[in-house]
């Protein structure tokens, strides 16, 4: 297992951009998928975007394609989403997560991640 931590959370006006970023507790195996997920008061855990570490292989939720990306750093054992044109519907608790696979494409379920951080919370509001 790697232990994740997320940072850059907070509150930001509609339009505005935040990034986030998750750092592993070491080396991240190449054979590791990397996520985000998010999650608002009364909703399911949403899958926002993906990467795999090796090739850097990406996924994004149908919501946050052409606004989000996803990044990953190797050399700093850091992953990154950079969150542009903001939207108030974009408010939750953003988790990162990894899973171990070898797999080309980064997995889009929730029951595929097996390392979890403490999460950040990011609101969109004027």
């Known amino acids: 297992q790697v232990q994740l931590l997320e940072s850059g959370g907070g509150l930001v006006e509609p339009g505005g951009s935040l990034r986030l970023s998750c750092r592993t507790s070491?080396?991240?195996?190449?054979?590791?998928?990397m996520g985000w997920f998010r999650q608002a008061p009364g909703k399911d855990r949403e899958f926002v975007a993906g990467?795999?570490?090796?090739?850097?292989?990406?996924y994004y939720g149908d919501s946050v394609k052409g606004r989000f990306t996803i990044s990953r750093d190797r050399d700093k054992n850091t992953m990154y989403l950079q969150m542009n044109n903001l939207k108030p519907e974009d408010t939750a608790v953003y988790y990162c997560?990894?899973?171990?696979?070898?797999?080309?494409?980064?997995?889009?379920?929730?029951?595929?991640?097996?390392?979890w951080g403490q999460g950040t919370q990011i609101t969109v509001s004027t």
């Open positions: 070491g080396r991240t195996s190449l054979r590791y998928a």
């Open positions: 997560a990894a899973a171990e696979n070898n797999n080309i494409y980064p997995p889009r379920e929730s029951a595929d991640y097996d390392s």
């Open positions: 990467i795999k570490w090796r090739n850097s292989n990406t």
